[in-house]
Every structure is written in C-alpha cells, then in structure tokens.
C-alpha cells in the first residue's frame, strides 16, 4: 500500500507540469533567421557579423530579437552519449559559447531540429531524444526552438510536438516553441496548448504571386500563402500565433512588394522573422524592416490578427483592430498595374465580431496616418481617395480623434 501510495504521488506533479511555458511570445516573436537566404551554408562567423550588423543599423532597436540558427548546424552524428554535437568546423566555438555571445549582445539564441529521425537536411532530428535534446538547448542558453516536420514517418503530429514540448518544461528554461509542422494536420486546432507559434503552410520563396513546385513539395508566394490564412484568425492571441512563414523581405522582390508582403504581415499579427542578408541590404530594404509604426501594428498588444473586410478587382480592404480604440487599415493591389482606390468613410462600418470591435465612422471620427510616408492624412470626414502602385500596399492607423 505505500509503495503505491508513493508512486502516484511521485507521478501528479510530472502530469501537472508537463505544459508550455506560459508568459512567452505575448506579441508574436520578431527575429532573423539563416534559412532563407543561407540555407545550410552557415558558420560561426557569419552569425557573429549578422549581430554586429543588426546592432549598428537599428535592427535589435526595432524589435529583432531572436537570432536562430536553422538547419545543418550540428554534426552527421550525434556523440557517443547521445547528444547533438555542432559542426565544429562551422562553429569551432560551441554553441554554448555562442549563446553566451547573443545574451551578452541583448538578444536571444533560436536553434533548429526536426521532429523527425533526421532534419530536413539530413542531420540527426530529436525523434527518441527529445528530453536528452532538452537538457543540451537548456545548458546552451536557447530560447527559443524551431522544430521541423521532415522524415517524421507515421508519428502523430500532436503527440510528437507534446513529447518535445513536455521535454522542454522538464529542462526548466522557458523557450519559445515554434511548431514547423506546415499547417499539414491543422496545427492550429491543437497547437495552443503545445506551442507558442505554428506554421500554416509549407514554404514561403521570394515571389510576390507564384507557386514553385518541387514534385514532391511546394514553395509558396506571398499572395498564395496570404489565401491560406483564411478562416485561421480565431485561433491567434497572445502566446499563441499562426505563423504564414518568415520574411522575404530584401530577398530580391521589387520594392513595391517587399512593402506588400511586409503590410499583410504585420495586418495577420505574424511573427516577424529577417531572411535576408541583413550585413548589406538596400536602403529601401532596411526602412521596409525598421518601420517602427508598421511593426506596431503587428506588436500591438491587443493581439488580434487582421481580417479580409473587403475585396474587388484585386483590390482588398482588411483592417486589424488595435488596441486604445484604434484600427490598421491596409489597401492591397494584387495586380500588377496601379489602381485607383476611393473609399468614402461615413458609408462603411467595420464590425468584427471576433474581438467585439466596431468602427462606426459615421458618428466617430478617426485621424488618418499613412505609415509608410509616415504623414497624417486628415480625418475620416473627408472621403479617402487616391492611386494604389502595381502590387504595392497602402497600410493606415485610424486613431479616435481627440
């Protein structure tokens, strides 16, 4: 009788505990990431110029702040305990030396690992791992885990993000989890108690509207992954963001795009994660990342994705109610020839019935601030009118006239 009164007791607390870090990613996460423009040719000394980099040209001061070393860090194999080892020839100093350089430099270190045997590049994965894996970020200093979905074989997507996430409380330090699963088994459903962020499609490219098809998987433009987001905004909040993939931005799009793609990123409260090389980029590419009063409008601390409010000819409305009273209005051009746009205030009332949010224009009055000329417009008494660029977007913050 009392070696089973003792088992359970020593049993509760583990089913008790075994949950996310909760208090983590209360705006979506903001960061740079290898992947997108590196792939697996990363190193040491290119993390080290990326920091320098972001800490000279404002980067780290917008926001920035996770720095995440993606697939094909870590040695072939694991060592002779098990654990995952970094490629010593790419970062000859280790990984806890280099976590220790990101804090002091105040950011925050991300790594990558699959959820499957091996990740996508063919390096050991965390499957039958996970705690041992847990422990290793933990001693690192990592903060937060990027965790793919490749060679996952017939794994139950659910049970498998709960196991690493369970690993991840058992080690004790709290870590942004970031489900890389591609939106296959409806991650949104399930991922709120799992993670702090999910994907919702399989990757983005450095397209404005295409679909690259790879035979056996597809990469995805911004428009193609912006229509996947339809139907999914219930589901995001603070701790808890659909993630439509991470930046192009400053990838070789046109400029006009760039802006596009940024807008409807910060309209759908997505994490905003660099993929470019940030050590030398374009003037324009670097406003586009720095805009502090479009980063608000993701950041805002009410936490409410965007909705589509209107769309004709290509043309589509979508506001985001943000909080003291105030909406994001973006206008996006899909096509490629400009468009005239006129929208008269006091005939239209946005309601949104996801956040109890209404902005009756007829009897409030709202100041208009365009933040990409970063100049105010006037009020919403006058009606808005003007000429939207070829693939371009207008992106507006409404504010309650004093």
């Known amino acids: 009788m009392r070696k089973t009164m003792l088992l359970l007791v ?9 949950q996310k870090f909760d208090g983590l990613a209360l705006t979506p996460p903001m960061g740079w990431n290898t992947w997108n423009t590196f792939a ?5 000394d290119l993390v080290k110029e990326t920091v320098e980099a972001m800490l000279v040209n404002g980067m780290q001061e917008a926001g920035y702040t996770y720095i995440v070393i993606d697939d094909a860090w870590e040695a072939k194999e694991r060592d002779a305990q098990g654990n995952l080892v970094p490629d010593p020839n790419k970062f000859p100093s280790g990984m806890k030396a280099l976590g220790d350089l990101l804090h002091e430099r105040g950011f925050k270190f991300g790594i990558h690992n699959c959820a499957g045997t091996k990740t996508c590049s063919g390096y050991p994965g965390g499957r039958g791992h996970e705690f041992q894996d847990a422990r290793s970020y933990a001693s690192w200093g990592v903060d937060y885990l990027k965790y793919d979905w490749c060679e996952h074989g017939t794994a139950n997507a659910e049970e498998t993000y709960k196991t690493m996430r369970d690993a991840l409380y058992t080690a004790r330090r709290p870590v942004v989890f970031s489900l890389c699963e591609w939106g296959d088994n409806k991650p949104w459903l399930w991922g709120q108690k799992i993670g702090h962020l999910w994907r919702t499609t399989g990757d983005i490219t450095a397209c404005f ?4 098809d ?24 603070p701790g808890h963001w659909n993630d439509p993939d991470m930046l192009e931005v400053g990838n070789g799009m046109a400029v006009n795009e760039d802006r596009a793609h940024f807008s409807m990123w910060c309209m759908l409260a997505a994490p905003l994660m660099a993929g470019n ?20 409008v993701d950041q805002d ?51 949104d019935s996801f956040s109890k949010r209404e902005a009756r224009f007829d009897t409030t009055a709202y100041t208009v601030r365009d933040l990409w000329q970063k100049k105010d417009l006037g009020k919403t008494d006058i009606i808005f009118s003007g000429d939207v660029a070829a693939q371009d977007a207008i992106l507006l913050r409404l504010s309650p006239a004093k």
């Not at 020593?10 to 075994?18: E, F, G, I, N, T």
């Not at 193609?224 to 589901?235: F, N, S, T």
């Open 209 to 212: 509207d295409c679909v690259k």
């Open 277 to 296: 090389d940030v050590r030398k980029m374009t003037k324009e590419t670097l406003a586009i990342l720095t805009n502090k009063e479009a980063i608000a």
């Open 40 to 44: 697996a040719n990363i190193k040491e």
């Open 301 to 351: 601390p009410l936490g409410v994705q965007g909705f589509q409010y209107s769309a004709k000819d290509k043309m589509e409305v979508w506001f985001k109610p943000l909080s003291d009273g105030a909406w994001a209005m973006c206008v996006l051009n899909r096509t490629p020839r400009v468009q005239k746009f006129r929208f008269d205030w006091k005939g239209e009332a946005v309601a």
């Open 214 to 237: 790879h035979g056996t998987y597809k990469d995805w433009g911004v428009l193609q992954i912006l229509d996947k987001q339809e139907g999914l905004r219930k589901y995001a909040g």
């Open 10 to 18: 020593l049993c509760v607390p583990v089913c008790v505990c075994a």
